[in-house]
């Protein structure tokens, strides 16, 4: 299902214009095609990649920032070298966040209890980059 936002760009006077034409993707569908990345980008004092954007693009920008506050304040994340998180979407629309070392030990698990989300996913932390999984 694609949602339609309202956002604002600038014409070419220069003025201030409404549009109905930014589609978000909840489904990701795109997701795949990101296998690497061109540049770092800067959220919140944090590297990520294409592949983050892309997902911050289409509807999980709530995800990436609080998973980027929970790495930063979360007592011993910000010091691991590796880090696989996964968000988990249950039938219910409820959601978990999912924080490992990478051999499924639980380093921090956090619970929503609504999404709008769609596609489940997996990142990693590495060496202070947030990359999608397809992009390691």
């Keep these: 299902m694609l949602i339609k ?15 109905l034409e930014k589609e978000t993707d909840l489904e990701l569908r795109d997701l795949n095609q990101y296998c690497g990345t061109e540049k770092y980008h800067n959220v919140m004092g944090m590297n990520t990649t294409d592949g983050i954007q892309y997902i911050m693009k289409n509807g999980y920008s709530w995800f990436i920032t609080d ?3 929970n790495i930063r304040f979360v007592k011993g994340l910000k010091e691991q070298e590796f880090l696989s998180i996964k968000l988990v979407i249950n039938a ?9 070392d990478g051999n499924d030990n639980v380093l921090h698990k956090q619970e929503y209890g609504f999404t709008n989300g769609k596609k489940e996913f997996q990142l990693f932390y590495e060496n202070g980059v947030l990359l999608y999984s397809g992009e390691h």
Excluded: P, V
């Design 92 to 100: 219910d629309k409820s959601a978990t966040m999912l924080i490992t």
């Design 67 to 69: 998973l980027i506050c």
């Design 5 to 19: 936002n309202m956002y604002k760009k600038m014409n070419k006077k220069g003025e201030l214009i409404n549009e």
